[in-house]
């Protein structure tokens, strides 16, 4: 992965990913959509699941008409907080400048910083003593509380005693402001108001609003899930963490639309089974885990949320990093997008009036409620929407695959390796076909079943260097299997299979070569 426009300095908050990074990625989402979406048998009650259900895709806009975003309340609700310093003109999420109160006999200042977990304490004893202008020999003199905290939870009346991550003075920092995080573009040649437009912050909206086109179009039944994959803006006040959170990023989102009887049973399913999804492709122990959301925490529209979270390794010691958020959300969207924006704050949700009494945002006026035709009941479906980033997902099985251990090179001497441990399926290279010597006929026998197994999967070519060397340059990509063509080979037309993981190796018949590696990877 690489910072984009690299070549011109980067642009902070976006990310390319090279030849090897498309791969993982496109893997990822090829899994999630196949086993959520395509694969989907709507034959078989899958386990825990509270009956059969039905799924199918859909591909939206990223651009879409306004309204959209004031009924989802993206609009009036989707933002952050910011702090902007006076001195320096930075500007800060509230949320995200840590720090410590520090106090010199009766003086107490709170010195924040914005440094990566690993440098935090020794940026705050730096700048604490640049503010107490005291030298390094003098720390003794200075007393550190010893928890961080956020300064969101540093109250008003002690704002004047903190000092900015970037400040030689106190107070320089604002109060905290709203700021929006969609990005806002113009359709056409209007460059006005009227011709305003956002870049989705989501993709799950596009989903909703064509809710009635899915059922109309359709044989399709309640309980059914929509699923989609596509790009998501947001402009993060503080993009950090590599692609954790950055302004350009995929989603992997179902809205799963079910009888409000069920939905908290299919919450249930949903939980569990995008856990398990996880755990399945490699993600396992103590790193991962799921949070139920207090109630605190919920957002506008959920009656229950949890995460899905990582340990991510960038991340302080004990916290984690959401990867996947599953949300039982009510009616909310459908009504909103039926008759107008509903007030969050009330219960039971009713539309939000403005000064004149009239809906704050007008929904579409069209009926999202659903008929079931063998019972005759009409209802407004309930949504669970278990809401995952693939950037973030990316990033996870990367960390997690990172080993390094001992193998035998060629000798038989135990060597230090580098192996991402990759689940097969989502490897970027599937296998490696590497003639023993680069003479006698091997080479051509190796293009023969590369040429093979490269119709049906990205397999690598490889003769050049040591086959030892090349076993490491496999390894150090996550390459599952190498495929080695040698003497024998010439004689009983088999090939030497080695496995990245267990160091095992045996011989299978060319001809079966391609069965071999799809029963191993798919
Ligand atoms: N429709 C619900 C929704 O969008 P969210 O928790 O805001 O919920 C869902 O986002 C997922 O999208 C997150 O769990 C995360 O994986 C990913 N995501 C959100 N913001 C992101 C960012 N700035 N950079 C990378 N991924 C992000």
Redesign the pocket.
């Known amino acids: 992965m690489f910072q984009s426009s690299e070549i011109y300095g980067g642009l902070n908050g976006f990310w390319d990913y090279g030849p090897l990074g498309v791969e993982l990625k496109r893997n990822i989402k090829d899994a999630w959509w196949k086993d959520m979406c395509q694969n989907h048998n709507e034959l078989l009650q899958p386990e825990g699941a509270p009956s059969t259900f039905e799924m199918v895709g859909l591909d939206c806009t990223i651009i879409m008409h306004p309204q959209v975003w004031k009924c989802s309340g993206h609009y009036d609700l989707f933002h952050d907080y910011m702090v902007d310093c006076r001195a320096t003109k930075k500007r800060y999420r509230f949320d995200q400048v840590r720090g410590k109160w520090v106090t010199r006999d009766a003086q107490r200042v709170f010195v924040t910083t914005m440094a990566e977990p690993d440098h935090e304490d020794e940026d705050l004893q730096r700048r604490a003593l640049k503010i107490f202008n005291l030298r390094t020999k003098d720390l003794e003199k200075l007393s550190f509380d010893a928890r961080v905290s956020t300064l969101d939870k540093i109250t008003a009346e002690d704002r004047p005693f903190v000092l900015g991550p970037d400040a030689n003075e106190l107070g320089t920092l604002t109060d905290p402001r709203e700021f929006n995080l969609m990005f806002k573009t113009y359709v056409g040649a209007l460059s006005g108001e009227e011709g305003a437009a956002f870049l989705r912050p989501?993709t799950?909206q596009g989903i909703f609003v064509n809710f009635k086109n899915v059922v109309d179009s359709t044989r399709i039944r309640v309980p059914f899930g929509v699923a989609q994959v596509g790009k998501s803006f947001?402009n993060?006040i503080t993009p950090r963490n590599f692609?954790?959170?950055?302004r350009e990023?995929e989603?992997m989102?179902i809205e799963f639309f079910c009888h409000p009887d069920a939905s908290a049973q299919w919450y249930q399913y949903w939980r569990n089974r995008r856990l398990q999804w996880y755990k399945n492709l490699g993600l396992a122990g103590e790193r991962l885990r799921l949070r139920e959301h207090d109630a605190d925490e919920l957002s506008h529209y959920s009656c229950g949320t949890a995460d899905i979270e990582y340990a991510f390794p960038f991340l302080p010691e004990g916290e984690y990093g959401?990867?996947?958020?599953i949300a039982h959300r009510g009616d909310f969207d459908l009504r909103s997008h039926s008759e107008g924006k509903l007030d969050p704050k009330n219960r039971p949700l009713v539309v939000e009036l403005n000064e004149q009494g009239q809906p704050k945002h007008r929904g579409s006026g069209k009926d999202l409620s659903y008929r079931d035709d063998l019972s005759n009941e009409r209802f407004i479906p309930h949504v669970i929407?278990p809401?995952?980033?693939a950037?973030?997902a990316t990033l996870a099985f990367l960390c997690q695959a990172y080993d390094e251990d001992q193998a035998p090179d060629e000798d038989g001497k135990m060597q230090s390796r580098v192996v991402m441990r990759l689940h097969p399926r989502l490897a970027p290279i599937k296998a490696a076909v590497l003639p023993l010597v680069k003479k006698d006929g091997m080479p051509e026998v190796a293009a023969e079943v590369y040429g093979a197994l490269k119709k049906k999967f990205n397999v690598f070519y490889d003769e050049k260097a040591a086959i030892g060397r090349r076993y490491r340059r496999q390894d150090e990509i996550g390459t599952p299997y190498c495929i080695t063509i040698d003497s024998q080979t010439l004689q009983d037309r088999t090939v030497t299979i080695r496995d990245r993981d267990s160091l095992e190796q045996w011989r299978v018949a060319i001809d079966d070569c391609v069965a071999e590696i799809d029963k191993r990877v798919t």
């Not at 959401?322 to 958020?325: D, S, T, W």
Request: no cysteine.
């Open positions: 989501e799950a947001r993060e692609t954790f959170r950055s990023f989603q989102e959401e990867l996947e958020g929407e809401s995952a980033g950037d973030r």
